[in-house]
């Protein structure tokens, strides 16, 4: 039994890996003319990759074994990000325009989007407000229950819980040392 080839996850995975890697060394992908016309082909004019390499003047097969390459997809995904970043404006335009659609239902959704409502928090443009403390401190909303040892500072604006007295409790310090206590091995 053979190994499994890779799959179209891999290559977009290293391409990914690619163009982050070139983007940290802050270097220009490495491309031949016929590489870079062939991906300026697919992504600015909407060319399938066949049409694509017939106008760059290479193989079909040439193409598909480029797309292969580290180098070819971190230019591919830099390109498709200039795609994408150019229609946003004009996409957002379109959406201000269907505020005024004749039915509700569009003009709802329109607004809906508009709003940011059914974008997720990690899309372009949403509203969302993250509070990052430190590495290590999570903050939450909500009661805040401080178990440190040390005085209760009722005039720092801390208050106590109310709890019922009861006659037979005993404090821990009185519980560490007693001997009713049965220990755990």
Do not use: C, W
Request: net charge negative; glycine share 6%; no cysteine.
């Amino acid at each position: 039994m053979g190994m499994p080839s890779k799959t179209t996850a891999d290559y977009r995975h290293a391409g990914q890996k690619a163009a982050a890697a070139l983007r940290k060394e802050k270097k220009e992908p490495r491309l031949t003319d016929k590489q870079r016309a062939l991906i300026d082909f697919m992504v600015h004019e909407g060319m399938d990759r066949k049409r694509a390499a017939e106008a760059a003047g290479v193989t079909d097969e040439t193409a598909r074994l480029a797309l292969r390459n580290p180098q070819v997809l971190a230019y591919l995904n830099e390109e498709m990000e200039v795609l994408r970043t150019g229609a946003r404006p004009r996409a957002l335009r379109k959406m201000a325009d269907l505020l005024d659609a004749k039915t509700e239902r569009i003009q709802f959704e329109a607004a809906k989007y508009l709003d940011g409502m059914d974008r997720p928090s990690h899309a372009v443009g949403a509203t969302q407000v993250n509070v990052q403390v430190t590495n290590t401190v999570n903050v939450t909303p909500g009661y805040v229950i401080d178990l440190r040892p040390g005085e209760f500072n009722e005039a720092a604006g801390a208050q106590q819980i109310e709890h019922l007295a009861h006659e037979e409790a005993i404090s821990l310090e009185e519980l560490a040392v007693s001997e009713d206590v049965p220990l755990e091995d």
